[in-house]
């Protein structure tokens, strides 16, 4: 299982960015995808998940009303749009998978696989 974060970049405050992670290793059918992020200093802080197979999401508060967590089953990948973009959200990006059912998302030790992460920069 390989998951391969990309779409991060340089944005403006106010600005959109959509993050995509695929699966370019053996198939494997997840329970859950995730997003997490850490910035500088801080510990990896969860962003979003949505279940596989039926869609369930949950944003952290931070993000509720901004960010979208969004699949494409037949690509094996799982995106997330990022809207109305704050300074604060900037930070690398990473997303992960569960390989089977855990009832907590939350923390980052839920999670079996990762990608390698995509820097996002928010400037004011």
């Known amino acids: 299982v390989q998951l391969q974060a990309s779409g991060g970049g340089l944005v403006q405050a106010g600005g959109s960015l959509r993050l995509s992670c695929a699966n370019s290793?053996?198939?494997?059918?997840?329970?859950?995808r995730g997003w997490f992020r850490q910035a500088p200093g801080k510990e990896r802080a969860f962003v979003a998940a949505?279940?596989?197979?039926?869609?369930?999401?949950s944003y952290a508060e931070s993000v509720k009303g901004r960010f979208t967590i969004s699949r494409d089953n037949a690509k094996n990948t799982v995106y997330l749009q990022m809207n109305s973009l704050k300074p604060e959200d900037t930070a690398v990006y990473y997303c992960?998978?569960?390989?089977?059912?855990?009832?907590?998302?939350?923390?980052?030790?839920?999670?079996?696989?990762w990608g390698q992460g995509t820097q996002v920069t928010v400037s004011s």
């Open positions: 992960a998978a569960q390989g089977s059912y855990r009832r907590s998302y939350y923390s980052a030790d839920d999670y079996d696989y």
């Open positions: 290793g053996r198939t494997f059918s997840s329970y859950r």
């Open positions: 949505m279940t596989w197979s039926i869609g369930t999401t």
